[in-house]
Nanobody, 124 residues
């Protein structure tokens, strides 16, 4: 099973940018579908973005489309989430997730490997 560790969260003003990183270890990262999710206080965990290793397909939640970009560097066993034009409603704990499969997966229950999360706070 792959282990995941997120980093790159922090406090940023609205309109700013952050890049989250997800370091993977312990498994064949290049064969894992990757996803990013977020959870705000009092809310359920929600899908943000996903990437398929086999055909490089991506999927995004409507709320982040055009502002966020998911990417990966298989040589470094890293996944990234570039977040631009951040809004206060983007404030949440962000999690990366992995599944030993190909394809794009947008539901949290489809992933069996999770990181510990990194806090993103966007001030007005």
């Amino acid at each position: 099973q792959v282990q995941l560790v997120e980093s790159g969260g922090g406090l940023v003003q609205a309109g700013g940018s952050l890049r989250l990183s997800c370091a993977a270890s312990g498994g064949p990262f290049q064969r894992y579908a990757m996803g990013w999710f977020r959870q705000a206080p009092g809310k359920e965990r929600e899908f943000v973005a996903a990437h398929s290793w086999k055909d490089d397909r991506t999927s995004y939640a409507d709320s982040v489309k055009g502002r966020f970009t998911i990417s990966r560097d298989n040589a470094k066993s890293m996944a990234y989430l570039q977040m631009n034009s951040l809004k206060p409603e983007d404030t949440a704990v962000y999690y990366c997730a992995a599944r030993p499969d190909f394809g794009v997966f947008t539901r949290a229950y489809e992933y069996g490997n999770w990181g510990q999360g990194t806090q993103v706070t966007v001030s007005p």
